[in-house]
T-cell receptor, first 112, second 112 residues
Framework: RKEVEQDPGPFNVPEGATVAFNCTYS??????FFWYRQDCRKEPKLLMS???SGNEDGRFTAQLNRASQYISLLIRDSKLSDSATYLC?????????????FGTGTRLLVSP | DAMVIQNPRYQVTQFGKPVTLSCSQT?????MYWYQQKSSQAPKLLFH???????NEADTPDNFQSRRPNTSFCFLDIRSPGLGDAAMYLC???????????FGPGTRLTVL
């Protein structure tokens, strides 16, 4: 079983739609959680950290369910510029304080 | 602007011909990482430096080596590139107390 699993997609949605991605992780000792965004042939960039209480940044909402070991990302009012691959990232506590484990990503395509 | 710089952006080498990729940072971060990312796959950590301390991932082939002569620079040496080493190589940095990793734009390596 992979440490971090995501549905690769693609998720094809029209502009203005709401779309949600889920991610599961296998290491229950994982400490920190993130969503990174990666545009085609570019580097990953941090979109948002995921906190236990859930957090929101504009149109983006991230939630963490430790009991079920999954993380979600909700995008409201999708824009064409949201088209990208969204990487779920986990920092396992017992594998080094700075090591991040990346999922393979979920591809989002927003169409006019 | 503080940033992570990778050179070259595109590198073509021949099978078996050694190649060196470089990374520099102006963030003054003490941790530097090298990742390998193949198409539609997650970035895979090869190794990282915490200051001068080198930390190799258990499954990183011996063909991959790294040097960090000072805080700002880190190099990835591929001693005998094979066709399977063609990938995007991403350098990233992070500070002591920060979870976020800042990525460079990557070097896309082609092996002929």
């Amino acid at each position: 079983r992979k440490e971090v699993e995501q549905d690769p997609g693609p998720f094809n949605v029209p502009e203005g739609a709401t779309v949600a991605f889920n991610c599961t992780y296998s290491n229950s000792a994982s400490q920190s959680f993130f969503w990174y965004r990666q545009d085609c042939r570019k580097e990953p960039k941090l979109l948002m950290s995921v906190y236990s209480s859930g957090n929101e940044d504009g149109r983006f909402t991230a939630q963490l369910n430790r009991a079920s070991q999954y993380i979600s990302l909700l995008i409201r009012d999708s824009k064409l510029s949201d088209s990208a691959t969204y990487l779920c990232v986990v920092r396992p506590m017992n594998t080094g304080f700075q090591k991040l484990v990346f999922g393979t990503g979920t591809r989002l395509l927003v169409s006019p | 602007d503080a940033m992570v710089i990778q050179n070259p952006r595109y590198q073509v080498t021949q099978f078996g011909k050694p190649v060196t990729l470089s990374c520099s940072q102006t963030l003054n971060h003490n941790v530097m990482y090298w990742y390998q990312q193949k198409s539609s796959q997650a970035p895979k950590l090869l190794f990282h430096y915490y200051d001068k301390d080198f930390n190799n991932e258990a499954d990183t082939p011996d063909n991959f080596q790294s040097r960090r002569p000072n805080t700002s620079f880190c190099f990835l040496d591929i001693r005998s590139p094979g066709l399977g080493d063609a990938a995007m190589y991403l350098c990233a940095t992070s500070g002591d107390s920060y979870n976020e990793q800042f990525f460079g734009p990557g070097t896309r390596l082609t092996v002929l």
